[in-house]
């Protein structure tokens, strides 16, 4: 079967979930899954033109064999394609369409010319634009992989014919390129919706990663040091958070030395394991990172010697997907019309149809959770979406609670992509009342602890959903996905104990500066505390403990968005260390 009867077949399809849920969870494709995607996602961006260019030309009058569903593929690679039609010159569909080159090219350049488009190009940024509807207020949020680039490289290179702007509305406030640095999380760029990074080298090296801004703040906010030990990351695939967390770790690896922390990577579904495996290799990830394979986090023995070193536990577990953007639905389509037919209708196959009429104006939107693979549920009613709700905090708490008896953990984040209270701050208010956070010394980070781009976020937590607790709301963190911030609905809260050695506080055993990085003597080394200089001079032959970080504002997506372009088949789980445990494959 040709890539044009295979991407036809996906297209009318009435199968539930997303386009890339579609495409890249079925196995019986013979054409490349991200070639299906890419020609399934610009035929439907593109469909109302080629309609024009096809009822215009009559192609379908005189080519009857011809589907107008394939047709419209057939004509996006014939006008849009740099290579053509990816068919042999002889192949009865090539042919099909060679046959009417003249007339499809002359209604092609009047259906630009009738949109005052003076190029292909400009035409380009129309139809993306369009596209976008709503999320054309949404810029795409790039976290620049410091496991492989910095930003000043990326500046001058992927994004040197960008100008820079100074807010985030700017760079969605007219066609262009356009960018923006950041004021909250490092290394993260909002560059315009319309620039289609994912055919640029630095993201299909790994060196760009699409993540929603939002998305970066666990990982920050969890600031994994040195001294904190390893790391987890409870529930991983795709994979956007543990390559941030592990860009941290690695950015805070003096020079010339080896890096001593771990980051142990948890999935319990199998296929969604080999996704974060794919995503962890190519951002290069993979010498910090341990990856589990179908491993369930819930399952494993907090006082295994293998964790005994845990000190920070990122928690992201499955939630209703309610504050998600833009996830990618299967678009509509604009489908030409037959001769002698009746006249098509725009379609989204795997949608249910709005009622018409009166009763379309009366009814209410009704919610939509979204799962993990981006498969979408219409809840029929509140009642529904109460026992959902209810269902959904129940796992997350008891996550939260498994989070909390890891015996070396000091730090936990919790977040989800949900704008519920259930799932959210009234999740962090049963956890803190719990026994185990009672015994263990549990307590919610507050504002003025939590790193510096994020306690300078504006966005907190609802005092009502807080019961009242305006220390607990004001510790916790959201987003809006419509307050113009150009951000997905997002929450995220940080809690802390107190495990000290001896040898360390807060701060470990480094003098920092005021925004908490450590300072450094005149041959670069780290400059200890005094009353650590006097601990070992007490200690024969010692000269220096191991040296720690060098960056406390270091930081890290639908799924983001393109994480289902990482999906692979294969996945090597090789055996434990020692023989403990076979979870984890490196």
């Known amino acids: 079967m040709s890539l044009y009867h295979e991407t036809a077949e996906v297209l009318s399809s009435t199968a539930g979930g997303n386009l890339k849920t579609r495409i890249f969870g079925k196995k019986d494709l013979k054409s490349p899954q991200q070639q299906v ?141 356009f960018l923006h640095v950041d004021d909250h999380i490092p290394n993260l760029l909002a560059v315009s919706p319309s620039f289609q990074i994912t055919k640029t080298e630095a993201y299909t090296s790994g060196a760009l990663i699409l993540q929603d801004k939002a998305s970066c703040f666990p990982a920050y906010l969890l600031d994994p040091r040195s001294e904190d030990g390893d790391v987890i990351d409870s529930c991983s695939a795709p994979g956007n958070k543990t390559t941030h967390l592990a860009a941290i770790v690695h950015s805070r690896v003096p020079e010339n030395e080896e890096c001593s922390q771990t980051v142990y990577a948890f999935e319990k579904d199998p296929k969604r394991s080999r996704t974060l495996e794919k995503m962890v290799k190519l951002a290069g990830a993979k010498e910090i990172t341990r990856m589990s394979f179908g491993q369930d986090f ?21 939630c209703s997907g309610s504050g ?3 996830r990618d639905d299967v678009p509509t389509i604009h489908l030409p019309d037959t001769p002698g037919a009746p006249k098509n209708q725009p379609t989204n196959p795997g949608r249910k149809r709005k009622r018409e009429g009166s009763d379309a104006a009366a009814e209410k939107p009704q919610p939509i959770l979204v799962d993990d693979d981006g498969k979408e549920t219409v809840v029929s009613s509140e009642k529904e979406l109460k026992a959902r709700l209810e269902a959904l905090s129940s796992f997350q708490l008891i996550l939260l609670l498994h989070a909390f008896k890891f015996p070396a953990a000091k730090k936990i984040t919790y977040s989800t992509c949900s704008v519920h209270a259930e799932e959210n701050e009234q999740v962090v208010l049963k956890a803190l009342q719990s026994d185990v956070a009672q015994e263990r010394g549990w307590r919610i980070l507050p504002r003025d602890q939590q790193v510096r781009g994020l306690r300078d976020w504006p966005v907190r937590g609802s005092v009502n959903a807080s019961s009242g607790d305006s220390e607990v709301a004001e510790a916790c963190i959201r987003s809006h996905k419509d307050d113009g911030r150009g951000v997905m609905g997002f929450f995220v809260a940080g809690f802390v104990r107190d495990v000290r050695s001896d040898a360390e506080d807060g701060d470990g055993p480094y003098l920092r500066d005021e925004d908490g990085h450590i300072i ?13 200089k006097s601990k070992l001079s007490e200690v024969p032959g010692s000269s220096r403990v191991a040296p720690v970080d060098n960056h406390s504002d270091l930081e890290d997506e639908e799924y983001d968005d393109d994480a289902s372009d990482l999906s692979s088949d294969d996945s090597d789980t090789s055996d434990s260390d020692e023989g403990e445990w076979n979870g984890f494959g490196d």
Not at 53 to 63: A, F, K, T, W
Not at 520 to 532: N, Y
Request: proline share 4%.
């Open 324 to 326: 998600i953007v833009g």
């Open 298 to 318: 819930l399952k494993v023995d907090p006082n295994s010697e293998l964790f005994r070193n845990v000190g920070c536990l990122l928690l992201d577990p499955s």
């Open 37 to 177: 995607y890419a020609l399934a996602l610009e035929t439907c961006k593109w469909s109302s033109v080629l309609k024009e260019v096809i009822e215009n030309s009559e192609l379908l009058r005189h080519e009857r064999k011809l589907s107008p569903l394939l047709a419209l593929l057939l004509v996006h690679d014939f006008v849009l394609a740099k290579k053509g039609i990816a068919l042999p010159a002889t192949h009865g569909l090539r042919l099909s369409i060679d046959r009417h080159k003249a007339r499809l090219n002359a209604e092609f350049t009047r259906a630009r010319l009738r949109r005052k488009a003076g190029s292909v190009e400009a035409l380009r940024q129309q139809i993306d634009a369009e596209f976008l509807g709503d999320a054309a207020g949404y810029p795409r949020w790039v976290r620049v992989n410091v496991l492989k680039t910095t930003v000043e490289d990326q500046l001058a290179t992927t994004f040197a014919d960008f100008a820079r702007v100074l807010s985030v509305k700017e760079v969605t406030a007219s066609p262009g390129k």
């Open 520 to 532: 450094r003597d005149s041959m670069g080394m780290p400059s200890l505390k005094p009353e650590m």
